[in-house]
């Protein structure tokens, strides 16, 4: 037995009390009238039982009820004898860090994640405090730092794993803010994970506070085989009016030895629509084609699965197709007998892997009144434009439209229209005395040249420019490209809803070499996809990503909405419905309009109590990186993160520290005060009756006497 405030054991002197006032009782006298006392005789009264105790009981009962008292207020408690030998390291910080990576659902790895992390918390002590985060590409405190074991217990039976990769680094972090902060001397941070290599960074710039330890818990001992759908293409086609896609699957099979038969199915809105059967040897991969798929209705819902194995998320692989997605550019060429002016153009825009360009080209000098019917993108290859056609022109680039003028040989635009262009070109120049001039300087920060700001993503600088023509920029129109002598190459100007671009030499391999550059197809696929305001098309986002739904028409410049969706417009309420079946609302505010993409499958985003009949889809897939099982050793992380044990002077405050602390949770959990005061409370009520009762007793012993 131990006591907190041992100073109030000073009022156990105050036993005493009740023994002094049994020891002294007062005497009782009864008071008879009587007329004279002349003839009595005066004889002295002793009261020869006062200095006895006559109810020792009672005695008791009031010395000990004090004496309750008395220990009640110098807070006593039962000290356990391991926790004050441990007490000289004090308690400890401990943060759980369990991964909740797809990767996870292996086998029983989340299972045994909990049977471990159940263990650790049956083992803390009274003063030890844990935090409960889970973790895959980011981390997330479910619990911290508190000492009720029950509500960490509750907290990780709904644990569960996710759709996202691992990723050490924010766990890692997240433990070493909860042990910097704490006051705790101690901390134990215990990673239970599968360590799967790509998690780790090798350099996450974690350190954990001094006094800590890191407890690695690795899970999952085997590899088990694998198949994974690593990669979908949908290439698109366009036949008798009608976009068709091809859906072609890369498989990919990790372990194994013998060659195995792996059926692949395609689903079109939960439909199955046909079966192919590849081989896939060990550690071996092939490609699985299915014939192609007309798209006719928008959001239609795709899905390539295969049999389900050891790794169920990387089994199926899902999209999302509507029609109107395909670019429809025509390329209006100088007419003549030679070389096709458009053949360059032409060939670039007819590669790409979804075949989202629809070109059609026609040579002839002029504009017809069909040029700019049917098309986004209009591309005027070294023509001569007369006044009537750049006013046509001006009403296809105020409506949206995106042209491309390139002034070559033949290119002429009349004097009143100079204000369509971002500036007025002049005549042919040769450049550098016919050894060439070079491209100088790019606007990286334009979308056209964006992608190729990178390093080993394309040079410029390997074009030779024989001729080109001057340019006198407008103020309204802004400079993308300038050749090494400061002339400009590639100008742009915006004219309502549409854009114009001014390209000064040509589009072939008359003027300059860039047609034969490897730089020329992604450059022509940037311009046309730029002045069409499009992106690539998303058929599928993967799990991580932010979707923007505050602007519907970039949305559906990028292929995720049709023409004819309703409830997008920035402004209105949505519900987004997860692939779960969880709701997620989105305000009408247009600055806070993000979709955090957390599950896979299809997310449907449609207005509060609509029911379109086709609603906006969004298809989303796990990273196949987290299905690369290769494991990291966790020593390896171990090294990186361990902190290095304290051992300076201050250790000797920081153990005295801890044993107050031990001592104070000890008396906390315990209570023992609150019992001793109901005891001393219930003595007092036994005290009171017993000695009513007594008096009452020795009141009517007196009378009887006196009768």
Known sequence: MSFLVPLFLIGLAGVAIPVA??????????????????????????????????????????????????????????????????????????????????????????????????????????????????????????????TDRARLRSVLDTVAAGSDVTRFGPALRVAQTILEESELPNGSVYLLSDFQRTGWAADEGVGLPAGSAFVPVPLGDQTPENIQIAGLSLPRSVDAGRERVTPTARLVRRGGSEPIEVPVTLEIDGQPIGTQTVELGGNGAATATFPPVTVSRPHTRGTVMVPTDAVPADDRRHFVLSPGTVLPIRVVGAPGGGED???????????????????????????????????????????????????????????????????????????????????????????????????????????????????????????????????????????????????????????????????????????????????????IHRVAEHLAGRTEAQQAFT?????????????EAAGLVSSAAEGLAAGSEQVALTPSGAGVRIPADAANRYLTLTEQGFYTIRPPGAEPDRPFVVAVNVDVEESDLERIEPEDVALQVQAVTSTGEGDGSQRAGAEVLVREDQERRQSLWRWILAAALGLLIMETVLSNWASRRTTLASRTTEA
């Open 543 to 555: 799990v991580g990503q932010v979707l923007d739904l505050a602007d519907p028409r970039a949305l």
């Open 341 to 523: 002016p458009n053949l360059y153009l032409e060939r670039a825009l007819g590669i790409s892997q979804d075949g989202r360009f629809e070109v059609t080209t026609r040579r002839g000098n002029g504009l017809a009144a069909s040029d700019t019917e049917g098309v986004s993108v209009l591309v005027l290859n070294d023509v001569r434009i007369d006044g009537g056609a750049a006013e046509r022109l001006r009403t296809f680039v105020e409506e949206g439209g995106g042209l491309l003028v390139a002034m070559g040989e033949n290119g002429a635009w009349p004097s009143s229209a100079l204000d369509l262009l971002p500036g007025a070109p002049g005549p042919p120049r040769d450049r550098e005395d016919g050894r060439g001039a070079r491209l100088g300087q790019l606007a990286y920060d334009h979308p056209i040249f964006e992608v190729f700001s990178g390093p080993r993503s394309g040079d410029f600088g390997n074009a030779r420019f024989f001729r080109a023509r001057d340019v006198t920029v407008s103020d309204s129109a802004q400079v993308l490209a300038r050749f090494d002598d400061g002339s400009v190459a590639l100008a742009e100007r915006t004219l309502g809803r549409g854009r114009v671009l001014l390209w000064t030499s040509t589009l072939d391999a008359f003027w300059n070499d860039l047609a034969l550059q490897p730089v020329y197809l992604p450059f």
């Open 21 to 146: 006032i049994h020891l002294t009782r007062r005497q009782r006298r009864n008071v008879v009238k009587f007329p004279s006392l002349m003839f009595l005789e005066k004889i002295p009264y002793q009261e020869q039982r006062r200095r006895r105790v006559q109810h020792w009981f009672l005695l008791l009962l009031r010395a000990l009820a004090l004496a309750l008292i008395v220990f009640a207020f110098a807070r006593p408690f039962l000290d356990d004898s391991n926790l004050v030998a441990g007490a000289a390291t004090g308690p400890r910080e401990i943060v759980f860090l369990v991964d909740r990576s797809y990767s996870m659902e292996i086998g029983d790895r989340l299972e045994r994640a909990r049977t471990e992390t159940a263990e650790v918390l049956a083992g803390m002590g009274p003063l030890d405090r844990a935090s409960l985060v889970t973790f895959d590409r980011n981390a997330t405190v479910l619990v911290r730092s508190t």
